[in-house]
Nanobody, 127 residues
Framework: QVQLVESGGGLVQAGGSLRLSCAAS????????????MGWFCQAPGKEREFVAV????????YYADSVKGRFTISRDNAKKTVYLQMNALKPEDTAVYYC????????????????WGQGTQVTVSS
């Protein structure tokens, strides 16, 4: 597992943008950060945590939830041990706590397959 710390959340008006960052800090438990598939999940008040985006460590392939396709972009900088979520054209329904997660599997979109989690960062989109 890897220790993860998110940042970049905040309050933004509808139509605005935010970029979330997730940095691997300290130990990466014997594995290079580049060998972790990284994902973003979100949890809105009163709802279950749900998948947002993932980037594979083997191929760099990305995949998005339908609700964010065309608006959000996941990327990674292995040298900085950081994964990003660029969020554009934000909507009030994007309001949630956003979590980054890591897994050593080549591909995963189910949160149960991710063993490392950050503490979350709040994103609030006002109408």
């Amino acid at each position: 597992q890897v220790q993860l710390v998110e940042s970049g959340g905040g309050l933004v008006q509808a139509g605005g943008s935010l970029r979330l960052s997730c940095a691997a800090s300290g130990r990466t438990f014997g594995r290079a950060f580049s060998t972790y598939t990284m994902g973003w999940f979100c949890q809105a008040p009163g709802k279950e945590r749900e998948f947002v985006a993932v980037i594979s460590w083997t191929t760099g392939h990305t995949y998005y939830a339908d609700s964010v396709k065309g608006r959000f972009t996941i990327s990674r900088d292995n040298a900085k041990k950081t994964v990003y979520l660029q969020m554009n054209a934000l909507k009030p329904e994007d309001t949630a706590v956003y979590y980054c997660a890591g897994t050593t599997t080549a591909w995963a979109t189910n949160q149960n397959d991710f063993g490392s989690w950050g503490q979350g960062t709040q994103v609030t989109v006002s109408s």
